[in-house]
């Protein structure tokens, strides 16, 4: 008998991304950042030899990967050494199995990004430059079909992950709230 209550990721249909409310056309593919929580390792009396633990709440820097078919003005738009507030839009595919109907989410990726670096890409006849950027991304918000999956705001002391806001003691420990 199939999960009824599990659709099955099948990929993801489209995307547009979004800086102060205008489409970017051209983006070819974006890199996400990848989510790596601060560790230490715990050593000494009654352990028996090294452990590593995570720092809850705490993320490591985070860093995102945007190719560009052209260097050209979106590109270097977001090359000002400015804080940018994107939206990444992503249409993600699904299979109910139950009616074998195919369905749409929403992905709403909201984030604050500053260039690190960026490549314009190669000039040649007939063919796209294939330049690319990276950035810091220093706030991140993901929204699944308009409820919030995760929230990182590291200046804020925010860590929410499924509706568990992990920071929330330790703001309040620090007078933060």
Known sequence: MPNTNQNIDIAISNYAFYKGGNE?????????????FVTTEVEGAGIAGTVEETIVGFI???????AF???SGNAISLLEPIDH?????????????????????GLKHVMILRPKGTNPG?????SPADASGTYS???????????????????????II???DYLAETRRVLGKE
């Open 24 to 36: 970017f056309i051209g983006v070819g593919e974006i890199t996400m950042p990848q989510i790596n």
């Open 85 to 105: 507030l994107v939206e990444l839009r992503v249409g993600h595919q699904e299979r109910d199995p139950l009616d074998q109907a195919y369905k749409q989410r």
């Open 60 to 66: 490591e820097t985070m860093e995102m990967g945007i």
């Open 162 to 164: 499924n509706g568990v």
């Open 122 to 126: 190669r000039v040649r006849k007939a």
């Open 137 to 159: 991304c220093r706030y991140w918000k993901m929204e699944l079909d308009g409820a919030t999956v995760f929230e990182f705001d590291p200046y804020n002391f925010i860590c």
């Open 69 to 71: 078919k052209l260097f």
